[in-house]
């Protein structure tokens, strides 16, 4: 099995040359603030990217886009009240590849459907993970902590960010591939799973690398390895998990904007547009690059397609790995 996110990339729509194609975002208008539900602690991957996105977006609409952070039950707690909302688009979800696509498989009484009572917007952005450990960790590179960890298994901990987190999923099918025996301690968020890894209180995390850079570059955590096809611009020496002879655990997660079912052509349209706009800068470009996620959009249709193809491959995951909420 390969779990990356090569389909996202092959499609055209969603490669970064087509951001460099300026649209004319016309139409709707929004009457007051938009309200950006980010289902996760503020300073995680997905917290970042939408706290990006919010000025130029909110530029281009005339009103102001307001990052409001809704946590609780692996993201659930914030996409069933973006679900919710009135569909008059004042209030969009950056929903991630866990929200949107593993949930559903973990979760049994959700009460909502991400692929009917969500409206697909865009595609925003991809990024891979990062294996990390606290510098107290007796392991200097992945060979010795594959070698500590399998000698000592259920001894260290894990961080994520949720039961069903690409946080989560991603450190389980380590775990799967590898073989080891490490143990898992959700939180409400990357960030506070970030956090407690560079206290100590859990010694390893397989964090999204637009979170967990900062703190790899100020030496707080020590970078292992990374999960995509090939080493990442910031992290040269750091090597990939094909490399470390585990090409099964390469994964990638990606986040895509939605709104409530039901909000009208025009204002998806209009929102896709302004979506494409702002990505297309270079400074948000560039700021994207720096917190290692990479920019990607999608027509609204394409992400519907892509939210299914998702949907069916991350349920096999989740079969395969035995991952559970509990």
Known sequence: MSFTRRAALALPALTLPALARPVLAQGWAPQRPLRFIVPFAAGGATDIVARVLAEPMGERLGQAVAVENRTGAGGNVGVEFAARSAPDGHTILMGTTGTLTINPHLYSNMGFNPLTDLAPVSLAFGTDHVLIVNPNVPAQNAQDFLALVRSQPG???????????????????????????????????????????VAGNVQVMLDQMASALPMIQIGRVRALAVTGARRHAALPDVPTMAELGLPAAEASSWGAVLAPSGTPAPVIQRLNAVMRESLGLQAVKDRLTQVGADALTSTPEELATYLRAETEKWGRVVREARITVN
């Open 155 to 197: 001894r260290l901990s894990y961080g994520s960010g949720g039961n069903g987190t690409s946080t989560h999923t991603v450190a389980e099918l380590f775990k799967l591939v590898a073989r080891v025996d490490i143990q898992h301690v959700p939180y409400r968020g990357s960030a506070p799973a970030l956090n407690d890894t």
